[in-house]
């Protein structure tokens, strides 16, 4: 199983994209869902994270920008990010944690926010 991120792309200062990451087979007892990103010259960070019961949390950075949601019947999960920034410029992973905390991660899809 392999998990499939898209929507990436370029956009504008104060625009929005929508990211989608699924998997490609059946999983069984996904936990958390969640996104995270990597800038150049930078560590990975967590961006949002949401549970099986639907509980989220987001880094401080996004919170009131970025949305994230799933769908439980499909294995997806998505990301909805409003009112971008130059900063938010960075490859986004998704990552699956399911049954005894099996982690599995998605191969990245580049958001750039540019003028």
């Known amino acids: 199983v392999q998990l499939q991120a898209s929507g990436g792309g370029l956009v504008q200062p104060g625009g929005s994209l929508r990211l989608s990451c699924a998997a490609s087979?059946?999983?069984?007892?996904?936990?958390?869902m969640g996104w995270y990103r990597q800038a150049p010259g930078k560590q990975r960070e967590l961006v949002a994270r949401i549970t099986s019961s639907g509980s989220t949390n987001y880094a401080d950075s996004v919170k009131g920008r970025f949305i994230i949601s799933r769908d439980n019947a499909k294995n997806t999960v998505y990301l909805q990010m409003n009112s971008l920034k130059p900063e938010d410029t960075a490859v986004y992973y998704c990552n699956f944690i399911y049954g005894l905390g099996f982690n599995l991660w998605g191969q990245g899809t580049l958001v750039t926010v540019s003028s």
């Open positions: 087979g059946k999983l069984f007892s996904v936990n958390n």
